[in-house]
Each structure stands twice: as structure tokens, then as C-alpha cells.
């Protein structure tokens, strides 16, 4: 999930009765999306050093739901509310329909590896990921992530 702030790109004048005089006012779209995926990986790693990999592969990730709010906000002056007393309103959908349900992307990683016991081993990686599609049905969206993890590994 996450936060988009959109300022209008127009900047009205109004009269600000509590200082008497004309301010900017100003608004912006604000969405706030939370989106869950389940996600189904295969790939491969190199060792090129003792402890340390580089891998590749490929991810399908599945669109479990897929929720947004979207609002209407008063940027400046930042005193001023809309009647109900808020700063911002919602204006959008509570769902976003037109996501895909599911979306194949490339992924490409850097680790390093340090075995504990045979059986467990301590991992920390830096993962790349690229869409190799939209995942959107009514437009080009093509999404990018760079996330770094660290963790355990087990070995059967």
C-alpha cells in the first residue's frame, strides 16, 4: 500500500475573513491504496563467492484484494475546512476494478549466505523487481521495486 498526494496544478484567490485580505487556495487528490498479493516464485542462484549470490527469475504475483480510498484535500490556506469542519473529503471508489487479477514480473537479487548449523543458515538480500506487463487492464502500469530482506533459511 501507500499514499499519492496530487496538488492541483491551479491556485485560486479567496478572501480570508479572519486576517481581511486575499489568499492562495489551493487543493489536492490524495489516494491511499492497499493492495495484498499472493506471490509464486522460481528462480535460480550462483554462488560466485563463499557466501555470497546473485539470482534470477521469474515471480507470478496474485491479486488478493485490492482496496483504495480516495480524497479530496485543502492544501492552503491550511486553516480553512470544508463545511463539515473537515480538511478533506472522500470523493472515490472503495475498490480498484480494473487491476489484473494476476501479473508475471522478473526479479534479480544480491545475497550473502552464512550457514549456522546444516540446517540453518542466515540470509540478508537486496531484491530488484520489473513487471514484464500492466497491471492494470485499462492502461499502461508497469510496476518496479527495489526491497532489501533478512532472514533465516532452512534446509530440508
Partial sequence: GGTVL???TSMGTVFDTASARFTKYQQG???HLSLTYLDLAAGMEWFALKYFYVGTGLRMAMNISASSTTERTI???SSWTYPDGST???VGPSSLTELESTYVSWYGTVGFLYPVTYRVSVSAEMQ???SLGDITASGPWAVQSLGASIGFRYRL
Fill in 6 to 8: 496530487s496538488p492541483d
Fill in 29 to 31: 487528490t490524495q489516494a
Fill in 75 to 77: 492544501l492552503r490556506p
Fill in 88 to 90: 478533506s473529503r472522500n
Fill in 128 to 130: 530488484y523487481y520489473r
